[in-house]
């Protein structure tokens, strides 16, 4: 009788795991697509053989007891016991990175996703809300099983457990075997003949729950909050995914957003652009609802600002959401002209017109196609 463990080169006390280990290494030097010669053939033989027995719990039972498995003149190779699935995992490891053998039913469930519309103050400074979510739960009435109460699963009689079942043909190699899922329990390898009425064998319902979201302060619009394990629960009570909170930002009647900066517009008199002023600002704050927050902040209109330009202050805009420290309230400044003068108001003009001697002004032109920095610069530049 042949010397099984020497053929693979383990060790009488070697794991399946080594044992399987040898057999692939050998395997891809003598197999006959890649050595055709003759005598590496029978080689071949040998080792699918010594594999054959070792890989077979009982057989390898039976060879460490002293006895053939194999029985008298048995000879092995390809269709001698292997599945063409064994001979794919020794080219290529286990077939897709899968594991053989009958699949839990327990697995990971799916992630989920839901939309939440805030307030830009609510993004802007963090809250926290409550959401009503509809996802799959576990089934109370089976605790995930799937089997009606006084009842379980039963190993499968097709598959004898295994959750594969295997088609021999014949090829000039030999016999090949396939393996494809079991049809009757679809490879878990056990059958549930007395379902949940609750969850129909699945293990898990849909429920509506509720939940607590916090959302961070700096958050902006298409920004995801993770809820680890909030998701999907999976098949025969598997754990839940995750559930991902997409934000959306509700549009603001006073500031819109750029970044971490706020933007706005206020508009002045003609006269108050001219000789300069201060204008109560309101701040975001005051929409939090927050007694000790400031309303307003004061914001200077310098003498002869200009309608367009931009004056930035500093430290008012959105805290940002990693990092320290926040944007910048943006404010551009509109210049409003005044379209209805009674008699008094349109003769003082025209004094300032005569005294500015601007009674027929020329104009002055600048160019259009000013790039980006060019029109910044006028904003910004000294005057």
Not at 243 to 248: F, H, I, Q
Not at 264 to 279: E, I, K, N, Q
Request: proline letters at 6%; glycine letters at 14%; charged letters at 25%.
């Amino acid at each position: 009788m042949s010397d099984y463990y020497g053929t693979l080169g383990v060790d009488q006390d070697a794991s399946p795991e080594q044992i399987k280990k040898a057999y692939r290494r050998l395997a891809r030097q003598l197999h006959p697509d890649v050595n055709p010669d003759p005598e590496t053939q029978d080689r071949f033989k040998e080792v699918s053989a010594a594999y054959e027995v070792l890989s077979d719990p009982a057989k390898r039972n039976l060879y460490d007891r002293g006895g053939d498995p194999l029985g008298a003149g048995g000879e092995a190779g390809f269709g001698a016991g292997f599945t063409f699935t064994d001979i794919m995992d020794a080219f290529f490891g286990q077939q897709g990175g899968g594991q053989r053998g009958p699949r839990s039913r327990m697995r990971r469930g799916q992630d989920a996703l839901i939309r939440l519309e805030v307030e830009l103050a609510e993004a802007a400074f963090g809250t926290t809300q409550e959401l009503t979510v509809d996802t799959a739960v576990t089934c109370t009435r089976c605790a995930g099983s799937g089997a009606a109460a006084g009842s379980e699963p039963v190993g499968c009689e097709t598959c004898r457990g295994r959750g594969e079942v295997t088609q021999v043909q014949r090829s000039f190699l030999g016999e090949v075997r396939t393996a494809r899922t079991c049809p009757t329990c679809r490879g878990f390898g056990t059958v549930i003949p007395d379902p949940c009425p609750e969850c129909s064998g699945d293990g898990r319902v849909r429920s509506r729950r509720t939940i607590t979201v916090k959302v961070p302060s700096g958050v902006d619009a298409g920004t995801r909050i993770q809820l680890t394990g909030q998701g999907e629960v999976g098949p025969g009570g598997g754990p839940a995914g995750d559930l991902y909170v997409e934000v959306d930002v509700a549009q603001h009647q006073t500031f819109s957003r750029r970044g971490d900066d706020l933007l706005c517009d206020v508009h002045v008199p003609m006269t108050a652009a001219a000789l300069g002023t201060v204008v109560d600002l309101p701040t975001l704050e005051a929409d939090t609802g927050t007694a000790d927050v400031e309303r307003s902040v004061p914001l200077e209109v310098r003498a002869g600002t200009q309608s367009g330009e931009s004056i930035a202050v500093r430290g008012r805009g959105v805290p940002r959401l990693r990092g320290t420290g926040r944007g910048d309230l943006v404010v551009r400044v509109v210049v409003d002209t005044p379209t209805r003068l009674d008699e008094e108001q349109s003769d003082l003009l025209t004094q300032l017109a005569e005294l500015r001697d601007e009674q027929r002004p020329t104009g002055h032109f600048v160019p259009s196609h000013k790039g980006v920095f060019g029109r910044l610069r006028d904003a910004f530049g000294p005057r």
